[in-house]
């Protein structure tokens, strides 16, 4: 639960969107949860407020929370729509950066970017092209660094300069589709 304890420090660092008064759950605690019920199997606001219902006494006592109960699936769902985007996805960025091991003597860590068309995100009725996102994988480690949504009126290839800029990383061979591979960039 080590890595858990670390996403839930990260966590920490998202800025609450609430008013005082309306912060009866703390917000890093409810975050990790949906996490873990996302990586549960948990499909839908509905689907993370049962496993919440089942888990409390065993995840407060993880991580020492005292949730006296879950969130209604109204609060869970205003939470979460209350987020700051880019804050939430700096925290994941910033916890997968620092699950990432040493690079070996020698060795260059590979970081893999690869963009993806989302599946049923195309909108006939709106005119809408499909949604398309770009993530950076860190590929001996096994871990997502990060992933961001790529703007409509653009493609891949300014999307991953933008990245690898953000990520900070050096020392690091990243891999790409040929795609990127253009004499004038």
Request: with cysteine; charged share 20%; proline share 6%.
């Amino acid at each position: 639960m080590v890595p858990f304890g670390r996403l839930l420090d990260a966590l920490s660092e998202v800025p609450d969107p609430r008013r005082a008064e309306g912060k009866r759950y703390p917000l890093a605690p409810l975050l990790l949860f949906t996490v873990l019920a996302l990586l549960s199997g948990a499909t839908s606001y509905r689907h993370i407020i049962c496993f919440l219902e089942q888990r409390r006494i065993v995840l407060n006592a993880l991580f020492g929370c005292t949730l006296k109960r879950a969130p209604s699936l109204n609060t869970l769902r205003t939470v979460l729509q209350m987020l700051d985007r880019d804050a939430l996805e700096e925290a994941f960025r910033q916890h997968a950066r620092d699950l990432l091991p040493p690079a070996e003597p020698g060795r260059m860590p590979v970081v893999a970017l690869d963009g993806k068309t989302l599946k049923g995100s195309f909108d006939h009725l709106n005119d809408q092209k499909a949604a398309q996102a770009l993530s950076a994988f860190a590929s001996a480690a096994a871990i997502l660094l990060a992933h961001t949504e790529i703007d409509v009126k653009s493609n891949e290839i300014p999307a991953a300069q933008q990245m690898i800029a953000e990520l900070g990383l050096s020392g690091v061979l990243f891999t790409a589709d040929a795609l990127h591979c253009q004499k004038n960039l």
